[in-house]
């Protein structure tokens, strides 16, 4: 069982930078890989990143390449996801996963465990 504990949600001016971090409970972290995802108002959750369980793999989708940045770091149990540049069309509730594949995932169901989401607002 792996609990995530999201946080560093907020509000930012278009242009602005946060960070994300995913905090994971239990002594298997490293086992996992971890993904983010974001879900806006009305629409479908949707893949943002993933990293393999080492940290030297990482996948993106092509509307945050070049702007968000993940990473992990297994001796905190902890992912995070540097978010600069930020558009108002980021604005979501950015949720972390856990896939115990190992090697990073792309879709919703390949993944385990969730946590419960931190809202990202970014004005205009």
């Known amino acids: 069982q792996v609990q995530l504990v999201e946080s560093g949600g907020g509000l930012v001016q278009a242009g602005g930078s946060l960070r994300l971090s995913c905090a994971a409970s239990g002594r298997t972290f490293s086992s996992y890989a971890m993904g983010w995802f974001r879900q806006a108002p009305g629409k479908e959750r949707e893949f943002v990143a993933t990293?393999?369980?080492?940290?030297?793999?990482?996948y993106y989708d092509d509307f945050v390449k070049g702007r968000f940045t993940i990473s992990r770091d297994n001796a905190k149990n902890t992912v995070y996801l540097q978010m600069n540049s930020l558009k108002p069309e980021d604005t979501a509730v950015y949720y972390c996963?856990?896939?115990?594949?190992?090697?990073?995932?792309?879709?919703?169901?390949?993944?385990?465990?969730w946590g419960q989401g931190t809202q990202v607002t970014v004005s205009s």
């Open positions: 990293i393999n369980w080492s940290g030297g793999r990482t």
């Open positions: 996963a856990a896939d115990s594949s190992r090697h990073g995932a792309f879709t919703l169901s390949e993944y385990d465990y």
